[in-house]
């Protein structure tokens, strides 16, 4: 296998070329693994093979690790200053943001979202959560606490020491630095398994690493299977912390991978099965833009994704016909295209899954109302798909599908609403359209969801945290709230004059 990648870009909205190694980053290099195993990386809008890259297994993790707990000790944790730490970490925010076109090339390649949603979304916020957490960098304290005249008492937040991080195949590259970010500027060093589906953003970044200057072992990046790499970071005895995004089945392996070997720290951002709630009173041109955006954004790969739609009886026709008319306009097709909104599913795997749950849909008696197909003859392509008359304990309306379909159901009353919304082993986020500012925060407040959008949807800031309630996850991303993923608190006290 060749160890670099070179590809040339010649598409309507980017032409260029991009080249990088294809092996482990280990220790500040890159590296065959040892047991020299390869995956195959697949185009999802034709189905055919990009690349090869190299995948770690156990012992590859293991190596990581053990470079990251010597770069921990020597060349960064408490150590280093958070000053430093900022300025590396707005280097590689600077490299990162000028070789915006080539990943958000990569990212259309690799994953199917559209190159103008990679390069207007994806990418700025990755560059601008690498700045936000350079930022915190040197503002990681603790506080003086009031004890006695003859005591001193204060705290310290120390970095944790070496985090793993196993991230998704939606986001690949943001929700790396989701990641890599607030780890690294609290004093951590890393060790992350990008997916074995889009590891190619991950390697490019691994070129700005070392670009940037940071110490050899502060960042490793191995792909891998999830079966092997992903497991051996869970059951590591060397490293000390988790950090998680993806489906809860795999959460829970994770908690009992951490248990069983040393207890290590774990944070989780599982699975959603988002609620929409829109009232009779709502700005319907609004809430019908929002909530299509909401589910078909990102072909429904994404966790947040408003799949649940409560429409309020007196403009549920209208609502209905309005939501309709725009999924069938939404252009679909090549990810290049200038035009395109929705882009293919991440893999074969995927696209069988989610037509399984279409016609689950269908048998157990919802209303195929839109879509529901294969878009063309090549790549994973399915079109916007639209449920009515749905049922609360229907598959489509209780499992996260990760895919472009939507349910649509009719409500009378607030309370009925809340009551069906709440109908879920997930809390990941919700959306609550109406013009009653009482009825919103009072909605917003009832609905159990870590995150509630008022009169809009899956628009994260960076200084709010992201994360669930129930089943959709444990702990924070973004915001200050994240460093508490990645930081010990340590209690001193002083004897100034207690005498035994």
């Known amino acids: 296998m060749a160890s670099t990648f070179t590809h040339q870009f010649d598409t309507l909205v980017y032409k260029g070329t991009v080249t990088f190694p294809t092996q482990l980053f280990i220790n500040g290099e890159f590296a065959d693994p040892l047991k020299k195993g390869t995956v195959d990386v697949i185009n999802p809008a034709s189905g055919k093979i990009i690349t090869q890259v190299s995948v770690g297994t156990s012992e590859d993790i293991e190596v990581a690790a053990q470079a990251a707990r010597i770069a921990y000790k020597e060349k960064w944790g408490l150590r280093v200053p958070g000053a430093e730490r900022s300025k590396l970490l707005h280097k590689l925010a600077d490299l990162t943001e000028a070789s915006a076109d080539h990943l958000a090339a990569l990212e259309a390649l690799n994953v199917g979202k559209t190159f103008h949603s990679a390069k207007m979304m994806d990418i700025p916020t990755t560059v601008s959560i690498l700045r936000y957490y350079a930022g915190w960098a040197d503002k990681i304290q603790g506080k003086t606490i009031q004890t006695t005249p003859d005591k001193i008492g204060f705290t310290r937040h120390e970095p944790i020491g070496v985090v793993g991080a196993i991230v998704p195949w939606n986001y690949?590259?943001?929700?790396?630095?989701?990641?890599?970010a607030p780890a690294l500027a609290c004093g951590n060093t890393i060790v992350a398994k990008p997916s074995e589906f889009t590891p190619l953003t991950a390697l490019f970044l691994c070129t700005l690493i070392q670009e940037a200057g940071f110490p050899p072992g502060v960042v490793n990046i191995v792909p891998g299977y999830g079966n092997t790499a992903g497991q051996a970071i869970s059951e590591s005895m060397t490293i000390d912390k988790v950090a998680f995004t993806g489906s809860t089945a795999t959460g829970r392996k994770i908690m009992e991978s951490a248990a069983r070997s040393n207890l290590k720290k774990i944070s989780l951002e599982l699975g959603g099965k988002s609620p929409s709630l829109i009232f009779d009173d709502a700005d319907l041109e609004q809430a019908v833009k929002w909530t299509v955006n909401g589910i078909f954004m990102n072909s429904g790969e994404i966790c947040i994704a408003g799949s649940r739609i409560y429409?309020?009886?007196?403009?549920?026709?209208?609502?209905?016909?309005?939501?309709?008319?725009?999924?069938?306009?939404?252009?679909?097709?090549?990810?290049?295209?200038?035009?395109?909104?929705?882009?293919?599913?991440?893999?074969e795997n995927q696209f069988r899954r989610v037509m399984g749950y279409i016609r689950s849909g269908q048998e157990e008696g919802a209303t195929l109302h839109f879509g529901g197909k294969q878009h063309g003859t090549e790549g994973y392509f399915i079109q916007p798909t639209i449920f009515t008359d749905c049922k609360p304990n229907m598959k489509i309306m209780q499992e996260e599908i990760f895919g472009p379909v939507a349910s649509i159901i009719k409500f009378t009353t607030e309370e009925e609403v809340i009551e069906q919304a709440n109908n879920s082993?997930?809390?990941?986020?919700?959306?609550?359209?109406?013009?009653?500012?009482?009825?919103?925060?009072?909605?917003?407040?009832?609905i159990?969801?870590?995150?509630?959008?008022?009169?809009?949807?899956?628009?994260?800031?960076?200084?709010?945290p992201v994360g669930g309630y129930k089943q959709s996850g444990i702990g924070r991303d973004l915001g200050e709230y994240a460093l508490e993923n990645y930081t010990n608190v340590k209690a001193v006290h002083v004897n100034i004059g207690l005498r035994i």
């Open 425 to 446: 082993t997930y809390g990941l986020a919700c959306s609550v359209f109406t013009k009653d500012i009482d009825r919103a925060m009072r909605v917003a407040s009832d």
């Open 172 to 180: 690949p590259l943001t929700m790396l630095i989701m990641k890599l």
């Open 311 to 347: 429409v309020q009886a007196g403009i549920y026709d209208e609502f209905l016909q309005k939501f309709t008319d725009s999924a069938r306009n939404i252009p679909l097709g090549d990810p290049f295209s200038p035009d395109t909104f929705q882009g293919p599913l991440i893999s």
């Open 448 to 464: 159990e969801a870590g995150t509630a959008w008022v009169n809009f949807s899956n628009w994260p800031e960076l200084g709010l």
